[in-house]
């Protein structure tokens, strides 16, 4: 069945089951890669996607559900505050290793601060414990999150 | 590992200079450096060919390109390495760019593995000479060939920023506008290197080269290939090593939209779609009726007993010196322990996948490896073409560790892709790449010391029992029961130990295939010594830092980054009920490392790393901040392992399936971690690893000082810590 969804601000039709996942739309109809498969099943966040801003793990969303709702993957986050604050914080503070997790990790973590822009620990790992890295850059990203923090004033 | 014992040191190379730079002039105007890599094989070293295994192009643009063997996983290689020749050719370091090598076993043999392969902590080990001295004969052909068009003497220039300067006039010349010409000048006989105070680059902390397409979502993985037409499959392998395909009902798989086609193998079976998400779907609704073959009863428990058996021996001596077995029966104590650790799965953050296009006479491979030219080698079985008809694209890598070294994957994807009509991405799903792994040995050890009056170690004897993974991946290295792999970190310790006797006794468990991971041998060694060392200070009642100091007066590195990191972390000072720390102190991969780790242990036996600190010394540290980087990642990668890592068997079929079963450490129980550097002028060692073998003792240590409990075996029992109610 045929379905239009809104990515990253532009109309985008599709031919699949209602079922299908949204990451299998994104990385393999739609070619945008930067989105990352981990588990399928929502234990790693490598597939974090925004829908209407919220960070949510596309690999288990179907493609029926998203209906209006408004996508935005990694490859247009830095076009918001928050997502171009945390991608220039990664940078700064040289967070990615094999960088494979990164997409997730940084959807996760511009959620989180544009909702919260000023994070404590707690709500730190309560955004980010769903994001695995098996690189072990947590104390990176944690720095770079209350970096990102600091130099938004409102938080985008 | 250290697959070369005897050549260890890269600075002892016997390569005449001449055998070991050339340059040609390069189509286009620029500079070509043909540079062969010291290998680490003795029978490469003594040879005078030249056969250049490593490229610098210098090109009219001034881009620096550099075409080598070594591929980034994570680890800042495509950083490192840039840096070691940008110090001597006085070039930016975003002038430099690094390539992947294409697969040539002959050219791109890596100099401490002998083989195209990244692994063992070895970029920095092979490259720190070779790569400099190639460097700094550019700079001396740049700098000639300027002040040859300007007719002045070469000592009166200078390089500074990619161009070549004369003081006296003002004048100077960009790089890339005296290449074509510096391509004539004969390479330089000698070059004379910076002394480590003159460095510039190296030292420093560099910005990774490869971050800023990493934060954006650009940059390609193996699993983000897309050749134009490629279809997608999933598959389902029989769920019991070495079982076969014994029935299968496809029709309803058939009907799932999407769904291409069903490819049926002796062992497996694979779903080719649209997309993934058909693949996956297709892949539920097929019936499959397996064969289970000979492993169809194999439990962990039946190796672990095989195993034990072995300890009783006899090995292969690995080490022997005085007579273990004397001074051990005439010692005041005797402590004797065995040990334990778990097959291990890899759990790449990246699933396993690999593309393939099969034609009739040639086959095209997308894939990110560490080892491209085994993948083509073993692709080209595979297919049954000749090697040179694979050509194998290399990709970034989400996560190696050891992995990526092998080449099943590739190889099913062949085997996939011959019955498919152009280009197949074969993904595996997570359960899959959990369940057909190839795992880190599980291993048992039977050791015994005997210490003096004074607590001192008179005696070590120590029997271990496993596989040995060099033996299947590159047996000429396996000679006379022993490779240098198994036996790294149980040989050769930094302690004072007479009367020492270690043996090894090789074992091949059935019906499970064992591969590297990441800190190799010293994974499981290391885990063994340094907790039996801390069990010797234990029965002498002496505190466990006092204890290794004593027994390190012939090793004074070992006994700095002991003593730095007793001082930083705190060591003695006192800490709550239920918290403890562990020491752990190991010299492998050439590098010196102690760690102190901090712990705590909740009533219900729950164990939380709070704090780990770590004192380094790994010789001449390139980029500093890679080394910070690399350490905390080994940390938390051995951390999981410690605290969770275990892949069990039943009825033949690994038990775990994702990380709900294999778990992982995450953001929130992940400890602080603190990472202080010994300055040092010795060539720079390996660190990718060190992080990842000496966790473990430290947190099983750490959780001896909390709760007395000695953990022999991993991972951590949080049953066997609990408090009775
Ligand atoms: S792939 Fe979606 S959470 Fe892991
Ligand atoms: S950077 Fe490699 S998994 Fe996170």
Redesign the pocket.
Known sequence: MAFTININGSGHSVDVDGDTPLLWVLRDVLGMTGTKFGCGAALCGACTVHIDGVATRSCITPIDSIEKAAVTTIEAIGATASGAGIQKAWLDHEV???????SGQIMSASALLASNPHPTDADIDDAMSGNI???G?YVRIREAIKLAAQSTTNGG | MNLDRAHADPDDTNLSRRGFLASAAMAGGGLLLSLALPFGRSEAAGSTDFAPNAFIRIGSDGQVVLTMPYVEM?QGTYTSVPMLIAEELEVKLRQVRLEHAPPNEKLYANPLLGVQATGNSNAMRGGWKPLREAGASARIMLVTAAARRWRVDPTSCRAQDGEVIHDATGRHIKYGDVAAEAAQIPVPERVTLKRPEDFKLIGTPAKRLDAPGKVNGTVTYGIDARPAGVKIATLAQSPVFGGRLKSLEDSEAKAVKGVRQIVRLDDAVAVVADHMGAAKKGLAALKIEWDDGPHAALSTAQIAGQLEQATFGPGTVAQNSGDADKALAGAVTKVEAMYQLPFLAHAT?EPMNCTVHVRKDACEIWIGSQAVARVQAMAAKAAGLPPEKVIVHNHLI??GFGRRLEADGAVRAVEIAKHVDGPVKVVWTREEDIQHGMYRPYWFDRIAAGLDAQGRPVAWKNRFAGPSVIARWLPPAFKDGLDPDSTEGAIDLVYEMPNFHVEFVRVEPPGIPTAFWRSVGPSHNVFVTESFVDELASAARQDAVAYRRMLLDRNPRARAVLDLVAEKSGWGQPLPKGSGRGVALQYVFGSYLAQVAEVEVSSEGNVRVRRVVCAMDCGTVVNPDTVQAQLQSGVIFGATAALYGEITLKNGRVEQSNFDTYQMLRMDQAPVIDVHIVKSAEPPGGMGETGTSLIVPAIANAIFAATSKRLRKMPVDSNSLKQPA
């Open positions: 990615v290793q094999c960088g494979y997790c990164q890295c098996r690189c850059t | 994570g953050m989400g996560g």
